[in-house]
Each structure stands twice: as C-alpha cells, then as structure tokens.
C-alpha cells in the first residue's frame, strides 16, 4: 500500500518527464560548476553551502519559500551537520542550477510537500562533509589530531582556544574534500527537533523581505493585460487608439493571452487598460456554466455505457457490493476553487541584448526559467532568474503562464517591465481546482467491516492542464517548437482515453482496509484550465471519502471513531494520529450545548492527519468553534513550523469548505475579488490545537496534509448539529 | 504638488492626482514593505497609518494625504530597532508566507495607539480588514496581546539622558 502511494506520488510528481520521455537528461550533463557566483578566497565546498574567510555561512536554499516553512526546515538541516547557530546563515535563494533539482520532481521546482523528505539527508550530508573538511584542514593548521577538535557555533575549539571557520577555509578549499561523512544520530540532534521562531520571521515582520513584486531595476516601465472575459479565448481585433492617449501610456502590443499596455506607472497602465477596445474570438467554454457543466457531470454519472478509466481495482472489484449487510450509495460534488495567493502574479524583466533576467517568486524556478527561452527566444545560457519570496503559492506560482506574458511584453517595447497582475486577473486567469462528482458506494459487514469500497468519478483532470504548460517550458531547447507545442497537448487524449490521472484518484480509495475496490474516473472536462491546488486530488477526494466514512459508520450503527479503527488496521500512522485526536479533543465526552464534534482521517504526501472540528449551527450559520488535529509526519524538524503548518491547512480548508467556490456562466468566471470569494477572517477562524505524533521515522510532508480532513470534519460536525448531509461543497445548510 | 509626511520625513510628489499612496509609496519611494492585494480595499495588504488611523492605500488617491502623516511598516520600525508589536511578531513567529504581516502590524499598531489594553473582540474589530491566506490569524492575536503587554510596561518608564555623561536615566513614571 505504501509502495503502491509512493509510485503513484512519483508518476504524479515526475509526469512531465515519464509521460514525455523527453525531459529526462535535460542539462543533467555532469559538470562541477556551481549553482552561486563565487566568492573570492571563500571555501565551496558543493553548491549549497559557501564559507568565507570573514565567516560567513551561506546557504543557498533550493526550495522555495512560500510560507510553508521551508527555508527554516532545511536551513536547521545545514546548521545541524555544519555545527552552526542557524541563525548566523545567511540564507539566499538559489537560482537555476542542476544541482538544486527537486530529486521526486527531476527538475528545480517545489511541489508535493516533499523538500524535507527528499533533503533530508543529501543536505545533512553536504554540510556534513563540509564540516570534516573544516575539521581536517583545522586539524593541519592546527597540528592536532582530527578528532580531538569540538566543532560547535560555527567554530573549532581545541585545547581550549576557538577558532572562527573562517580561519580554516583557505587550507580546506586545496584538501581533499571528504565523503559520506558521518551524519549525527537523533539522540545528538540540537538543531532538528528544536523549536524557535522561524528564520525569516524578522524580516518578514519588518517589511525588508523580498517579494518578487517588490523587484526594481533600472528604467523600469510597468505593464498590465487585459485578456478574455473567456478565459483562453484568442483576441479578435482591439483598438488601442484612446488608450494610446493615456497619460504615461508608452506602449500597447499584442500577446499571446491579450493586449499589454505599458505605462510609466502601474495606476497609468492599469487607467489606460479601460480604453482598450476588445474582440475576443468565441470558444467552447463560452458555451459552459456551472448549471450546465453539473448537469453534464451528472448525466454522466448515471450513463453507465461511460466506463471510465480504472484507478483501483482490487478483490472482487465490486462484485460482491449487493451481497455485503449494509449497502450504502451517495453522490457527492466538489466545485473548481482558486488559489487566491495574497500577492497577485507578477514578473519583473530585464532584457540587455542577448540577455535575459527575470525576477519573481515561483515554485518552479526550471519552468520559469523555461519560459523565458519558450517564449521570449533567448538562449538558455543567457537567462537568469532571481527568484525570491513568494506570497503564497498552494500550486498556483511557476506555472510559466506570468513570465510567458511578462518575456514578450518586454521583448515586443524593448524595454523593461514589470507585469502585475490585479486581483480580478489573478482570481479569472487561474488554473483552478478542478470539480468533481462522485458516486461513493460501499458495502459492510455486520461486523462492520468494510467488504467493498466503489467509487466512480467525473470531472476534468488537472495534469492535461499543466503538461500543456510545462511540456512547452521544460522540454530541450534543441526540439522544434511547433513538435514541442503538439506533445504539450497529448495529455488530453492521454489521460482522456488511456490512462486515468492519478492526482484526480488521490486518496479517494486509500487509508482503509477494504478488500474489495473498484475506481473508475471518466474524465469530463468543459475546458477551464485546472492546476495543482494546495493538497491536489486529496482537497477533494478527503472530503469524498470522509464524508462517505460516517455515513458508513451510521448506517452500520457503529461509532464513527470506532469504525475508523476498525477498518484502518493497516494503517498505524492514520490509526496512532487518529487515537491521539480523539484523546486531545474528548471524543465522546460532553461538550457545550449545541456543540457537536465531527471526526476526519486522512493521509497524504507521506503524512497521516485526523482531525476532530466541533461546530454549532446557528439557523443557516455554520459556526466553527475549534479544530483539534493530531498529524503523523514522521521525525520534525521544527515543531513549531510543523502546527503552523497544519493550522494553515485548517484555515485554508475552511475558506474553501464554507465560501469557495468558482462558477461561470456562459464561460465567464463570476468570482473577482474577495466580495465575491471571500477569505476566513479573523473574527471567523476557530481556536485550532495541533499534536504531532512522537516518532523518529523518516520525515514526510507537512505543507499540504493538514487541508484534507477539515472539510469532512466540519460537515460530520454538522450532520449531528443539524441532521443535514452536505455532500456538496461549499457546505451550505438550508 | 502634494505634500505630506512620510514616516516623519517631509516629502513632496508631483503625480496624477488620482495615484493611490499605495503605487506613490512603493514605486516612487521605493519603500516596499506595504504590498498590493486587491485593489480595492477588501484585504488590508496595503494597510499604513495615516494621521493615526489604520487606512487601505491603495483605494486612497494621493491628493486625499496633502498635509497627512503617513507611517509605513518602515516607519513602524526596523530590523535593528524594532517596534515591540514587530518583536511580539518575531518571538511567536508569526509570518508563513508574510506577505500580508506589514499590513497586519500597521492595522494592529494603530489600535494599540487607541486602546493599549485590547479585548479579543477588539482586536478582532480592529483586524477584520487584513486577510492572512496562510492562516496566521491565532498568532497574529497572541502577539497583539503581548506586544500590547510590552508597550504598556514601556509607557510606564520614562527614560531621560544625563546631561553631562550622556548615560540614560531610566524611572519610573510617576501616576
């Protein structure tokens, strides 16, 4: 079972390359550069890690920081092997080198929830060897035996004088450098487990971190687009005369998505952008909305001609399903949600001749870098991106789609530019989460015990979506384009007719013992691009399947805490976070009048999390009192990173669970701005409490597991609050 | 020309009138700590003070700050000398992503000026304008409620130089 997620995870992760077989060897030719510019009489040891002579420690962080935690995470990891005070590394953002790919992915980019798992060790390992080339070279200069030096805070202390790192660097850049050092046990750790404010905590408080909004180079213009009400749609004719004639107005060319208008400030460019004229060609999703696209879904649902592809089958399938004691059916609907990241895309370039540099914040540094050779036709070599902090990213940053705009705004006028996207460009030119509808069928013992587990499932896929984009970005710059273009769009037929898109089945048949499964997915997709939302698959298919679970657990009158453990007995991660929750919250013990509890189990990205939500209902009003979550994610490296972590899932889950929800009618996304998709704000979020399971098994994810089991929590809670089962998302009650 | 204080500097700005201060003061000053959002009020990213007040700039034309004082987080203080509410924010690590926190702290600055001893349905008030995506909203009432802490400990002690040695003279205010 865990193999057989881990596979899937893997072929999620790395499909631009398995799908594709092209991708695979891209710049992976073995060359000992550097992934920094190098520092005169500094100690580089491998491209994470330099010393200077003066003593500084600098980390060169492969990851992107996002707010998941990340830069602290790994920047412990290098203070724990190097024996340094973490807070004296100065920690920067790398920028594009085979060194720094994401080892699950193939290619630099941070995704999946798994820089921790996957940098475990290969970081610990390069700070280590750069620690016992410090102590060998210390060791020589000194004249003292290699073992009898205590390396602590960043200094060599032997026979009671210390010694900065720095006065070693010199000797240690000509020795041999060492290998496969040894890593320090848990029972020596004092960074990795510690709990401290994190990292970037300071200067995310003072206003000084950088955000790639915040990018300033010289002769700067600034750029807006205006694109299809129709997302998509191509441009028909526009006129550009009034806005041409707008204060600071310098330029108006035609891209690839619309019209950029480019202005010496943002508010003339954004002024100018009304007095653009527009034709937009008509498409076929103008002909969709979100009555029609749930009607589509649910005739297909009930068309049993449509098979679908399979994504489970196990057992008997469901052969055996009329024959269990309890047989139980339920259709359950989730709808496309935004990403909503509080700084709006943007991208910053800067073109002198050949070159090309470009500034933003984005989880794919390789296909940001990537577009810029697609799109904007320069040189790989001649491209450089300075990545930087990014605000928010839950899937939505590095897509290519903000620097595919911003590369050829900034080719066409020959100037400078900064694109900002405003909140309605951001919230209607998404790639959203996609919807779903699912018939969840199940059949249980008398003992109630899962027999038989079916689902099927309808809606669009996401990886059609983002191989279209990154097909395009990430493929050799060698292969012509228009072949390239053609193989970007094979994902469609691919995961229409062939294979069935494994994030779309993520965690919809998993965590339980049930032997006999059947999992059919028919994709069905009216053609609103899609994307990787905070959690994927398990945003939706958590609540699918928790939701289903209770239902379960009543029909066969059986405690839904106890049917859990019951059916989970091949699960000890799930059943140790379960237990634990269930303690933490006072499952089954007395709560204030009105109050109910409603429990949620679920696995993902390698970490397990239950959650208990306790709610009352107010006539129509879902109030959400506190959520207490137990996660499993294997040995923590900052405890304090991990709860924010699983908070934020909490807070995230419920913004979707109550309010989001994106529809259209006749193609045009109805959603603009935060009136019209709301964010939880203070005043609503419950009192979240989170406990992590004790455990020094390998690390796991932590970024996105916190989010899937809020929804299904929250709707169990007000099932027993109010007698209705929402299996509709948002959670509506009338 | 408009003319204004910005973080108790004069300054002075020949702009189209209708420029919102958010846009004036990140790309003409260059001062980018406040962040653009929404654009239109709804998530408080752009929040500064402006004669006190906790305001969204970037829906306040610049022509609306001729003769205001405007404090921007840069304002509020800096990594080397922090406002208590920033070192409340560092001490219960407050930011994830940190893209809103300029605009929370300038929002929670401006209450603890007016009600230096905040309920929890205060501070939930006074913060119902900055949405935080990442979820920071429980640390972001913690540290409020320390900060406050600090800074009514703060006010009680009035500090003053000795005017020969220049050593500061720390007392106890008298109530």
């Known amino acids: 079972m865990k193999t057989a997620s881990i596979t899937r995870r893997l072929f999620l992760l790395s499909t631009g390359a398995v799908a594709t077989g092209l991708i695979v060897g891209c710049s992976s030719a073995a060359t000992k550069s550097k992934g920094y510019s190098s520092i005169a009489g500094a100690f580089e040891p491998n491209s994470f890690i330099q010393i200077t002579p003066d003593n500084q420690v600098i980390f060169y962080l492969p990851s992107s920081e996002m707010g998941q935690g990340i830069l602290d995470g790994l920047s412990t990891l290098i203070a724990e092997e190097l024996r ?40 610990r390992q390069a700070a280590a060897d750069t620690a016992a080339a410090i102590r060998n070279a210390a060791a020589k200069q000194l004249n ?66 950088v955000f790639g909004i915040d990018a300033e180079v010289e002769n700067l213009y600034r750029a807006v687009v205006v694109r299809s009400p129709v997302l998509g749609a191509p441009l028909k004719r526009f006129d550009a005369t009034a806005a041409l004639k707008q204060p600071g107005v310098v330029d108006v060319v035609e891209i690839r998505t619309g019209v950029a208008i480019v202005a010496q400030s943002y508010w003339q460019a954004r002024k100018a952008a009304s007095a653009l004229e527009l034709d937009w060609e008509k498409t076929e999703l103008a002909s969709w909305s979100s009555d029609s696209i749930y009607q589509k879904f649910t005739q297909t649902l009930n068309d049993s ?49 050949d070159n090309c540099a470009v500034y933003l914040g984005t989880q794919y540094v390789e296909a940001s870098a990537g577009a810029v050779v697609y799109y904007g036709d320069f040189d790989a070599d001649k491209v450089k991106v300075h990545p930087a902090f990014l605000g928010g990213g839950f899937g939505r940053r590095g897509l290519g789609d903000d620097v595919a705009e911003a590369v050829v705004i900034a080719k066409k006028t020959g100037r400078n530019i900064q694109l900002v996207w405003s909140r309605e460009d951001d919230m209607s030119n998404d790639f959203y989460r996609p919807a779903a509808l699912v018939r969840m069928q199940a059949g249980v013992s008398e003992q109630g015990l899962i027999e038989t587990w079916a689902v099927r499932r309808v809606g669009p896929n996401v ?105 989970m007995k091949n699960n000890p991660r799930l059943t140790e976070a379960t237990e634990l929750v269930a303690a933490k919250a006072g499952w089954g013990k007395a709560l204030p009048e009105g109050h109910f509890h409603g429990l949620a189990a679920h696995s993902s990205f390698g970490s397990a999390v239950a959650q208990i939500a306790e709610v009352s209902v107010e006539g129509t009003k879902i109030v959400v009192h506190k959520v207490t979550a137990a996660i499993h994610c294997g ?19 419920l913004t979707a669970a109550l309010h989001g929800e994106i529809t259209l009618v006749d193609g045009v996304i109805q959603q603009s701005n935060f009136h019209s998709y709301p964010m939880l704000r203070m005043a609503d979020a419950p009192k979240v409490e989170v406990h992590i399971v004790e455990s020094q098994e390998h690390p796991e994810g932590v970024g996105e597991p916190g989010l899937p089991p809020l929804a299904p929590a929250v709707a169990n809670a007000v099932f027993k609050a109010s ?9 509506r009650l009338s | 020309m408009i003319n204004f204080q910005l973080n108790n500097t ?140 600090v800074m009514r400990t703060q006010e009680s002690i009035v500090e003053t130089f000795d005017p020969v040695s220049g050593k500061s003279i720390v007392k106890e205010a008298s109530s």
Not at chain 1, 91 to 110: I, M
Not at chain 1, 157 to 177: K, N
Not at chain 1, 723 to 731: E, I, K
Not at chain 2, 128 to 144: E, L, V
């Open chain 1, 84 to 123: 340094v005070d973490p807070t004296a590394i100065d920690v920067r953002h790398a920028s594009l080198h085979s060194d720094y790919k994401n080892p699950e992915l193939r290619f630099q980019g941070t995704g999946g929830s798994n820089a921790t798992r996957t940098q475990f060790l290969p970081l």
């Open chain 1, 144 to 209: 003292q035996p290699a073992h009898k030096l205590l390396l602590a805070d960043g200094h060599v202390t032997a026979e009671g004088r210390r010694y900065a790192f720095g006065e070693f660097v010199a000797l240690a850049a000509l020795m041999p450098m060492p290998e496969n050092s040894p890593l320090r046990g848990p029972a020596q750790f004092d960074q990795i487990g510690r709990e401290r404010p994190r990292l970037d905590a300071l200067a995310k408080s003072t206003g000084t971190a």
């Open chain 1, 305 to 353: 001609s449509q098979k679908g592809l399979k994504c489970c089958d196990e057992g008997e399938g469901d052969k055996l399903l009329n024959q269990a004691q309890h047989v139980v059916s339920a259709d359950y609907y989730a709808p496309y949600l935004a990403h909503a990241t509080m700084e709006p895309l943007n991208c910053t370039v800067a073109v002198d001749g």
């Open chain 1, 463 to 567: 990886l059609d979506h983002i191989l279209d984009q990154w097909v395009d970005v990430l493929a050799p710059d060698y292969l012509n384009k228009g072949f390239v273009d053609w193989l970007s769009k094979l994902g469609r037929p691919l995961f229409k007719r062939f294979i069935a898109d494994p994030s779309s089945a993520d965690g919809i048949f998993s965590d339980y013992d049930m032997p006999n499964k059947a999992v059919r997915h028919v994709a069905q997709d009216p053609g609103l691009r899609t994307g990787l939302w905070r959690s994927v698959g398990h945003s939706s298919n958590a609540f699918f399947k928790e939701s289903f679970i209770d239902e379960l657990a009543q029909r066969a009158g059986i405690d839904e805490l106890q049917f859990r453990l019951v059916n």
């Open chain 1, 635 to 653: 040995l923590v490296v900052n405890p304090g990173i991990v709860r924010d972590a699983v908070e934020g899932g909490i807070i995230f889950g």
């Open chain 1, 723 to 731: 007698g209705q089962r929402l299996r509709d998302l948002p959670l």
């Open chain 2, 10 to 149: 004069s300054v002075q700005v020949d702009i189209d009138p209708d420029t919102p201060l958010l846009w004036v003061v990140r790309d003409h000053f260059k001062l980018k700590g406040s962040k653009f959002g929404c654009g239109v009020g709804l998530c408080g990213a752009c929040t500064m003070q402006v004669n006190g007040e906790a305001v969204r700039t970037c829906t306040l034309p610049i022509a609306a700050v001729q003769g205001a004082a405007i404090i921007s987080i840069e304002g509020l203080g800096t990594p080397d000398n922090l406002h208590p509410l920033q070192q409340a924010w560092v001490e219960h690590s407050v930011p994830q992503c940190g893209y809103c926190q300029s605009g929370q702290l300038m929002s929670a600055s401006a209450l603890l000026q007016k009600n230096p001893n905040p309920t929890d349905d205060d501070i939930d008030v006074a913060m119902n304008g900055n949405i935080c995506r990442c979820g920071t909203y429980s640390k972001i009432k913690s540290a409020i409620k320390s900060g406050a802490e």
